[in-house]
């Protein structure tokens, strides 16, 4: 067992450490996600804000840092829609990550399911399979 301040420590690489064991959702083709995206579904995309404003992003997602999410999906619902200009996903909700090419966004899929999230996907091809299908949309 880990002593609290190690544990402290660990911060958010260590949670995803412990959370990945306990099962991985499912990933999503690019023809998966283009089909997904048709829905009412929230698209979180975990880059850095740098990368978006760099390379652009997949049309109607929304940039949640991955060092940002564990907060973020623990907000106050009018808090998460002022800071992200979207709605807070319930734990029912579907939500999906992606990230440049699955590393991040696995991480977020096991964070989210960490705190009670049952209905989360990863886009494990990330925005560098997106692009190999279509333009990014440009900040």
């Known amino acids: 067992m880990l002593g609290a ?9 260590g949670l995803a450490r412990r959370c ?3 099962g991985a959702a499912p990933s999503l083709s690019y023809r998966e996600l283009k089909d997904l ?8 995309d975990v880059r850095e804000r740098w990368e978006i404003d760099r390379d652009g992003k997949i049309p109607a997602s929304v940039n949640i840092p991955l060092g940002e999410l564990v907060e973020a ?3 106050d619902p009018a808090e998460f829609k002022e800071q992200y200009n979207q709605k807070m996903p319930s734990k029912s909700d579907p939500v999906i990550f992606s ?3 699955g590393t991040r966004s696995k991480q977020a899929t ?3 399911m960490s705190l009670g999230f049952n209905r989360v996907q990863q886009y494990a091809g990330g925005f560098e399979d997106w692009v190999k299908h279509e ?3 440009k900040k």
């Open 20 to 22: 990945l064991c306990a």
């Open 73 to 75: 999906l623990q907000m």
């Open 135 to 137: 333009p990014p949309e």
């Open 99 to 101: 990230c440049l090419a």
């Open 110 to 112: 096991a964070f989210a």
């Open 37 to 44: 995206k048709k829905r009412d579904v929230l698209h979180i």
């Open 5 to 13: 301040g190690l544990r402290a420590g660990l911060g958010a690489a």
